[in-house]
């Protein structure tokens, strides 16, 4: 069995595939899948797209993307109510390692995080330490 990282409450991670680097993430082990804030999500013709509000030196941009590579999942929100929702596999750099994993199309502009790690991609991977934040964005600075 390998070592897992310890991760804390929140931390800033790279999405390379989506242009999308050091965006904040909360760690969240009440969600199943993982979640990233999008807006104008639309089906046309079997092509999904979608648009990641981001910054990118300091200046909001939206980025749009469209893709054909996805699926559609019931999930159950944080007020208990299931909705069917858009799912993405694409990777995310946490620690300075890549992982493929699902995330889940929402607005999420009304939270202070654009990004929710979930449970499937924390399994057998990271141990959550609640009293800490930030621990891979601050061993990205040291190396």
């Known amino acids: 069995m390998r070592e897992k990282k310890v991760i804390g409450r929140s931390d800033k991670v790279d999405l390379p595939d989506l242009g999308i680097m050091e965006a904040n993430a909360k760690v969240?082990?009440?969600?199943?899948t993982s979640s990233i804030h999008c807006k104008k999500?639309?089906?046309?013709e079997g092509i999904l797209s979608f648009q990641l509000p981001t910054e990118i030196e300091g200046k909001?941009?939206?980025k749009k993307f469209q893709t054909r590579d996805y699926y559609q999942k019931s999930i159950k929100s944080s007020n208990g109510e299931s909705q069917k929702r858009y799912i993405i596999k694409t990777h995310i750099v946490i620690f300075g390692k890549s992982y493929l994993a699902e995330f889940s199309l929402s607005d999420r502009s009304l939270m202070k995080?654009?990004?929710l790690?979930?449970?499937k991609l924390l399994k057998d991977r990271f141990l959550v330490d609640v009293s800490k934040k930030n621990l891979s964005a601050?061993?990205?600075?040291?190396?």
């Open 60 to 62: 909001s941009v939206v």
């Open 117 to 119: 790690l979930g449970r």
């Open 28 to 32: 969240d082990t009440g969600a199943y």
């Open 41 to 44: 999500i639309k089906i046309n």
């Open 113 to 115: 995080n654009p990004i």
């Open 138 to 143: 601050d061993q990205k600075k040291t190396s």
